[in-house]
C-alpha cells in the first residue's frame, strides 16, 4: 500500500473515494491508499506520496502509463527494471564490526612493606645534669 500525506502544515483534508471510502490527509500523518490512487496525486504539491516495499510487485505489473508517469516523477530514464531499482533499491548488508577490546596490562598486587619501629637515638644532653641548679 502507498502513503499520501499533506507536505504543509494547515486543515486536514478530506476526500470521498469513488468506491465510498472515505479518506483523510493530514500533515505528518500517512494514510494508506492504493496503487491506482497514489498515481492520481504524483506531481501534486499540497501531497506527498510515499511507495511501501509491498508496492513493487504491483508496481513491477502497473501499466505503460503509470510506469511513463513514475519514471518522470523519478527521473528515470531506463526501462521499468531501472525504475524498481530507483524507487526500492537493494538493502546493502550491514558489516559487523567486532567490538575492540583494549589491552589493559594486568595490576600486581602490592603487599604492604612491614613497619619498622623507629630506633631511638640517644639524645646528646645528660638528663641527669640538664638542671642549671649546679
Known sequence: ???????NE?????????????YVFEYAKKTKVDLNM???????????VTFDL??????????????KLLK?????LGDKEDLLKTMFP?????KI?????????????TTPKPVTAEKKTPSKVDKAK?????
Do not use: C, R
Not at 90 to 94: D, L, R
Open 1 to 7: 500500500m502507498a502513503f499520501l500525506e499533506l507536505s
Open 10 to 22: 494547515g486543515k486536514s483534508v478530506s476526500y470521498n473515494h469513488a468506491n465510498g471510502t472515505e
Open 38 to 48: 497514489a498515481l492520481g496525486f504524483l506531481g501534486a504539491e499540497k501531497y506527498k
Open 54 to 67: 509491498s508496492d513493487k510487485d504491483a508496481i513491477a505489473g502497473a501499466s505503460d502509463w503509470a510506469i
Open 72 to 76: 518522470a516523477e523519478f527521473d528515470v
Open 90 to 94: 537493494a538493502s546493502k548488508p550491514k
Open 97 to 109: 564490526v567486532k567490538k575492540v577490546q583494549k589491552a589493559v596490562a594486568p595490576v600486581k598486587p
Open 130 to 134: 640538664a638542671s642549671s641548679d649546679e
